[in-house]
């Protein structure tokens, strides 16, 4: 299939660019949020393509699959007639702001359908008339990312949130400041350094930077679950995190990783596993083989295309 559309998040536009179909990118040329096309530390593969947006309409699609708010808000001054009459597909990346039950979704259309990207964002918004369905996370870790011999990594914990110092108590600002003051902990993440952090690790990085931390502490109070969290546990570093939105339906609470709505447990668990290295592993081990299965790439792979090929099938 051709496929348009748009560059929102990039870590999971590569794992969208995995699929089997041509990826059709709109730019301008300041590179706005939502335009930037190929932008990015990534090495693009072929069936991503950019396209001007002055040049969008005459572009022929099978399908327009909408990433953000405004995408849709302003798709008919951006789209030509026949895109906006092939299958339309919304993909919504975060849980209702407005409200956590009561926030209309803006599409409320029965002939397009909105996929969610955990299931708990499936539930809080309330969809409208919009057929919904939900394809989890996949990303796309090598196999030989690790961490490293015992007795080699950091004795640090990691955190990563972009723009944790204007996104406040909901991505867990006072959190991180609190806890941080208890434990040893880095921040990674655009506009990191506002916190004292490390600044932004490049996406292709990532992985291999957080593979030596001891645990990896999810702060965060409200939000979709974040693919650096995935990747964490995919890599094998325990997850410790609030027990909200999706985590707790991921994480089974000091098996695979560790989850509690009291920070002070948290405290405990993250000098727990400071103390202890081998229950790290453990922990470590068993979050990295639920990943593995969960967040693989060829899972996302296969349910993104079962979802596309049954609604163009259902609209053509």
């Known amino acids: 299939?051709?496929?348009?559309?748009?560059?929102?998040?990039?870590?999971?536009?590569?794992?969208?660019?995995?699929?089997?179909?041509?990826?059709?990118?709109p730019t301008k040329p300041d590179?706005?949020?939502?335009?930037?096309?190929?932008?990015?530390?990534?090495?693009?593969?072929?069936?991503?393509?950019?396209?001007?947006?002055?040049?969008?309409?005459?572009?022929?699609v099978d399908l327009?699959?909408?990433q953000s708010h405004a995408q849709w808000a302003e798709r008919?001054?951006?789209?030509?007639p026949s895109q906006l009459l092939v299958p339309q597909v919304f993909l919504e990346h975060d849980p209702p702001r407005?409200?956590?039950?009561?926030?209309p979704h803006p599409v409320d259309d029965p002939d397009v359908l909105v996929v969610h990207v955990t299931p708990f964002n499936r539930l809080m918004w309330d969809n409208g008339r919009s057929p919904t369905a939900v394809v989890e996370h996949g990303v796309d870790v090598p196999d030989d990312i690790a961490p490293p011999a015992l007795g080699e990594g950091l004795l640090r914990g990691i955190v990563v949130v972009n723009d944790l110092a204007t996104r406040g108590r909901r991505?867990?600002?006072?959190?991180?400041?609190?806890?941080?003051?208890?434990?040893?902990?880095?921040?990674v993440g655009m506009g990191s350094e506002h916190l004292g952090g490390?600044?932004?690790?490049?996406?292709?990085?990532?992985?291999?930077?957080?593979?030596?931390?001891?645990?990896?502490?999810?702060?965060?109070?409200?939000?979709?679950?974040?693919?650096?969290?995935?990747?964490?546990?995919?890599?094998?570093?325990?997850?410790?995190?609030?027990?909200?939105?999706?985590?707790?339906?991921?994480?089974?609470?000091?098996?695979?990783?560790?989850?509690?709505?009291?920070v002070d447990e948290l405290v405990e668990i993250m000098r727990g596993l400071l103390d202890d290295e081998v229950l790290a592993r453990r922990v470590g081990a068993a979050g990295r083989a639920?990943?593995?299965?969960?967040?693989?790439?060829?899972?996302?792979?296969?349910d993104w295309d079962r979802v596309l090929t049954d609604w163009v099938a259902q609209h053509t």
Not at 10 to 25: M, V
Not at 98 to 103: G, K, L, R
Request: charged fraction near 20%; include cysteine; aromatic fraction near 10%.
């Open 1 to 25: 299939m051709r496929i348009l559309t748009w560059h929102v998040h990039g870590t999971y536009l590569w794992s969208l660019a995995h699929l089997p179909h041509d990826l059709y990118l």
């Open 31 to 60: 590179r706005p949020p939502g335009y930037g096309g190929r932008a990015g530390a990534r090495d693009w593969p072929a069936n991503v393509q950019e396209v001007p947006v002055e040049q969008l309409p005459a572009l022929d």
């Open 64 to 66: 327009v699959l909408y």
């Open 76 to 80: 008919e001054q951006v789209l030509g």
């Open 98 to 103: 407005a409200s956590p039950t009561d926030t």
């Open 171 to 187: 991505l867990g600002a006072d959190i991180y400041e609190a806890v941080r003051h208890e434990v040893p902990l880095d921040l």
């Open 198 to 262: 490390r600044g932004e690790v490049p996406p292709p990085k990532l992985p291999t930077f957080l593979a030596p931390y001891r645990f990896y502490f999810h702060p965060v109070r409200y939000t979709s679950l974040g693919l650096a969290l995935c990747e964490a546990m995919a890599v094998g570093v325990p997850i410790v995190g609030l027990a909200t939105t999706e985590l707790p339906s991921i994480v089974t609470h000091g098996v695979d990783g560790f989850v509690s709505n009291d």
């Open 290 to 302: 639920l990943a593995r299965e969960r967040f693989s790439i060829d899972r996302f792979v296969r």
